[in-house]
């Protein structure tokens, strides 16, 4: 899907986050800083709504398992089995 700029004014601005971020093109500018941006709005989000994001990630996950032995899995891992 495209993205057209049609105002001038931001035309502008994502000419100079291409030169100041050194990204080859405003397509890539313009993706760094509406990621900035997104992230900079996710951290100001009250700390109920974070933490409500955070359960329902866990939440998708899976339950857990309660008898998973951390200790045995790395060791087996690193072949200290």
Do not use: C, H, N
């Not at 313009?30 to 989000?45: D, E, G, I, N």
């Not at 857990?64 to 087996?76: I, N, V």
């Amino acid at each position: 899907m495209a993205l057209f700029i049609r105002d001038g004014e931001v035309d502008a601005l994502a000419e100079e986050v291409r030169k100041l971020t050194k990204a080859k093109t405003k397509t890539e500018a313009v993706r760094r800083a509406l990621k900035a941006q997104l992230a900079q709005a996710r951290r100001a989000a009250p700390l109920e709504d974070r933490l409500a994001r955070a359960k329902a990630l866990a939440d998708a996950m899976g339950p857990s398992d309660a008898g998973f032995d951390m200790k045995a899995y790395t060791d087996e891992m690193w072949g200290e089995a």
